[in-house]
């Protein structure tokens, strides 16, 4: 339940933001301060001031009684009644004072508008008692009404009133000052929450921008220590870790350039070995082979009856199939016609064998009117390559495609099937590593890769490769 | 009289195992041997033989480079290719610069001489192997003239979509530049292209240059 409570309070309360905090932590304290401050100044003051009326009343009604003992005898009414106002306009606290005689019938009153006769029963008091006070509810507020017996009620009894009115009305001003004082307190604590949040946000603010900065791949952004404490420390901190950042980012840059700087190398030179030996497969063994086949053709003719003939005829069929062994391995080592005639005549014999040994038809489009870059013509080549296996290895298509064109200096080439497909987004696998070597080539060179696939839907492969950065060889 | 004939090609003892074979018979008289070919040019020149056997792969120059300038050098010459290139592309030039025969080396032990033969009546000679090519290319060129005017049964949407895919666009590209869902081009691509009766983008863009859908560069 407290947990409830408290999440409830903290969704609302902590959805603010830290200069609101501030200002509500500020502002309420303030209030809650000032109000009990009102309160407690209020309370004292009514006690204090509830016991001094209680005491005036009593002093009032006594001195009446004491005055009033000797006119009553002499049954001077005009002094009496003089001196029942003069007690009423001394104090603004006496709201009335009247003079009883023993028979509790009033010899004399300050009530203007008659008598109220209610107030006869409310009080009185023992011939003996020095005072008796009692505390009457009216319409008018508290009144401390004293009853004093003159002559030990021989005489009669004196009785005054005192009304908490005026008390009232300074306890009214009282509260209305304390409360002014809170606004002005408040008002004055705003600003210096305001003044503070601002200062102590500032920093924080800073540091948000920084570390946006910082997300977004700028490590040269420093944060200034605004104070020395905690957030000044944090300050430092993030400094220490942008910087941080920044070497270890550097040191990312240039290991994944001498990284590709390898790459380039080793594919480089993995394609140069391959360029040189299959030239020799096809150039000197090939030649020796064939020369084989026609020196044993030569024997075969040459000597009909000799007992060497069946042997050549043998020795030459297996001379053939080596040729022909040797032949298909130089292809597929490098491809004599890719550097001859160039990548469209190389793809085109490429899809050709490709159709004949899987049974997939496959249409090649290349609208390419002059030779490319090697260097792009290889990696186009094999990333086809590349494609077209995993093609045959994954899609379970029924048909593939080529398109290579050149749009303005960028050579593009899709390469599409309409098998099962798959999702880019998965990271795993074979394909994937494939994949990989193919966006790799193409960045070597500069290009991208891009893969347009879902499950069902088929799968293009998008390469696109600048031509103008790149010299012709 | 002998067929007077010039060996060109850069590997020796191919060369002196191809004039023993072709002496053998005593139909022939071997005049020349090049290795190079700036020497065949030479050779066929001086010798102008009736049958220049010729390698594709030599130093210097090409055997492919090298056919148009002995077609001029000696006309009289026949050219017949012997090479170990069974792509298309290579037999393609090679009778487009203007040989007249084309056969490949696996098959210079039981074919040579037919295919020498053939070439000095005057009948061009490819190879068994690959007389195929040009069968598929005179067939692709007859099926792709089926689709003529299927393109205008295509749905002006459709047409879009096609023209933008046969110009190389991917699906992605192609939605953007539109203002549709991948998922909508790739319906009208699939819709157009089964119209057309074609089944892959490449086919497309072959059948979209030969209707003038899209410009040749």
């Keep these: 339940m407290m947990k409830k409570i408290f999440e409830k309070f903290w969704s609302i309360a902590g959805a603010v933001s830290v200069c609101t905090k501030i200002l509500g932590i500020v502002l309420g304290s303030t209030l809650l301060l000032g109000t009990g401050v009102i309160f407690q100044a209020r309370a004292a003051f009514q006690a204090t001031m509830m016991r001094l009326l209680e005491e005036q009343s009593i002093s009032a009604a006594r001195d009446l009684a004491a005055r009033a003992a000797d006119p009553i005898l002499l049954n001077d009414l005009v002094y009496l009644q003089n001196l029942l106002d003069e007690t009423v306009k001394n104090s603004p606290n006496v709201r009335y004072a009247f003079l009883l005689d023993p028979q509790g019938q009033i010899i004399a009153h300050t009530f203007h508008g008659g008598f109220p006769l209610a107030l006869l029963s409310l009080n009185t008091v023992a011939a003996t008692s020095h005072h008796h006070t009692v505390l009457i509810r009216t319409n008018e507020g508290l009144v401390w009404d004293t009853a004093v017996p003159i002559l030990n009620r021989k005489v009669g009894i004196a009785r005054v009133g005192v009304t908490d009115l005026s008390v009232q009305r300074v306890l009214s001003e009282l509260t209305l000052q304390l409360g002014l004082t809170m606004l002005v307190v408040s008002v004055a604590g705003i600003l210096v929450a305001a003044l503070l949040t601002l200062i102590l946000t500032r920093p924080i603010q800073e540091l948000l921008q920084a570390t946006r900065e910082v997300a977004k791949g700028n490590f040269a952004v420093r944060v200034k220590r605004w104070a020395d404490d905690e957030l000044g420390d944090l300050a430092d901190a993030f400094n220490q870790m942008s910087e941080q950042l920044a070497l270890t980012e550097n040191l990312r840059r240039e290991r994944e350039w001498l990284r590709r700087q390898l790459l380039e190398k080793v594919i480089a030179s993995q394609e140069e070995e391959r360029r040189r030996i299959a030239r020799e497969l096809h150039d000197s063994t090939s030649q020796n082979l064939t020369s084989l086949i026609v020196g044993l053709r030569m024997i075969e003719e040459n000597c009909r009856q000799c007992p060497a003939q069946p042997k050549a005829l043998e020795l030459r069929a297996v001379a053939s199939r080596t040729l022909e062994e040797v032949h298909e391995l130089s292809l597929r080592l490098r491809p004599r016609i890719l550097d001859d005639l160039g990548l469209a005549a190389a793809l085109e014999r490429l899809a050709a064998e490709w159709e004949a040994r899987y049974k997939i038809p496959i249409d090649v489009a290349i609208r390419l009117n002059e030779r490319l870059p090697g260097a792009v013509e290889t990696a186009i080549y094999r990333i086809v390559q590349e494609a077209l296996t995993n093609i045959v290895r994954h899609a379970q298509a029924h048909s593939a495609s080529i398109l290579i064109e050149r749009r303005g200096n960028m050579l593009r080439a899709i390469i599409e099937d309409d098998g099962i497909g798959f999702d880019p987004q998965t990271r795993f696998g074979e394909h994937h590593l494939g994949l990989l070597g193919m966006r790799e080539r193409a960045e070597l060179l500069g290009g991208k890769l891009v893969i347009e696939s879902a499950p069902g839907a088929g799968t293009s492969l998008l390469i696109e490769i600048p031509l103008s950065t790149l010299s012709s060889e | ?217």
């Excluded at chain 2, 056997?53 to 492919?64: E, R, T, V």
């Excluded at chain 2, 203007?98 to 210079?108: N, Q, R």
């Excluded at chain 2, 549709?180 to 009766?197: C, D, F, I, N, W």
């Design chain 2, 1 to 217: 009289m002998k067929y007077r004939i010039l060996i060109a090609d850069d590997h020796a003892v191919l060369r002196s195992g191809l004039r023993l074979l072709l002496s053998s018979t005593g139909e022939f008289e071997i005049v020349g041997e090049a290795s190079s070919g700036i020497e065949t040019l030479n050779l066929a020149e001086t010798l102008q033989p009736d049958l220049i056997l010729l390698d594709l792969s030599m130093p210097s120059l090409g055997g492919l480079d090298a056919i148009p300038t002995l077609r001029k050098l000696a006309p009289q010459s026949r050219i017949l290719i012997l090479t170990m290139y069974d792509e298309p592309q290579y037999l393609r030039q090679a009778l487009k610069r203007g040989a007249h025969g084309y056969i490949l080396k696996k098959a210079a032990d039981s074919d040579l001489f037919s295919a020498i033969r053939a070439v000095l009546r005057g009948e061009m000679y490819i190879h068994s192997s690959m007389t195929r090519v040009l069968l598929d290319d005179m067939l692709s060129k007859s099926k792709a003239e089926q689709n003529v005017g299927a393109w205008n049964t295509l749905s002006e949407r459709e047409q879009e979509v096609l023209r933008l895919v046969a110009l190389g666009y991917t699906s992605t590209e192609i939605a953007e530049k539109l203002n549709l869902s991948p998922k909508t081009v790739e319906t009208y691509r699939a819709r157009g292209m089964e119209k057309l009766g074609l089944r892959t983008r490449a086919a497309l863009v072959k059948f979209a240059l030969q209707e003038g859908i899209i410009e040749e560069e």
